[in-house]
């Protein structure tokens, strides 16, 4: 059974950081890309960040470029989303994704696995 579980998230106060994890079980996804998207309350999901199956390519989305960064560990079939300068608009329930392409996905029909997702609150 192919499983996505993310881990990490949690309260933090704005301009604070989190880093989250998302570990693959079941399969290896070294081979494809894997992606962050999140969902805010009363809000649909939306694209945060993707990265290539090498880890070489990564494409943010505008609201988080230069504040959070997507890396990977093929070895640990395992991606991050390290966040930093957190403010109140990034409060969502964090969802990574994996498998499907090798290269960079910024739509979520191009993702096949997703995870249960982890949350992340930030107070002002």
């Known amino acids: 059974q192919v499983q996505l579980v993310e881990s990490g998230g949690g309260l933090v106060q704005t301009g604070g950081s989190l880093r989250l994890s998302c570990a693959a079980s079941g399969r290896t996804f070294s081979n494809d890309a894997m992606g962050w998207f999140r969902q805010a309350p009363g809000k649909e999901r939306e694209f945060v960040a993707t990265?290539?199956?090498?880890?070489?390519?990564?494409y943010y989305a505008d609201s988080v470029k230069d504040r959070f960064t997507i890396s990977r560990d093929n070895a640990k079939d395992t991606v991050y989303l390290q966040m930093n300068s957190l403010k109140p608009d990034d409060t969502a329930v964090y969802y990574c994704?994996?498998?499907?392409?090798?290269?960079?996905?910024?739509?979520?029909?191009?993702?096949?696995?997703w995870g249960q997702g982890t949350r992340v609150t930030v107070s002002s």
């Open positions: 994704a994996a498998g499907g392409r090798p290269t960079m996905a910024h739509e979520e029909d191009d993702y096949d696995y």
């Open positions: 990265i290539s199956w090498s880890g070489r390519a990564t």
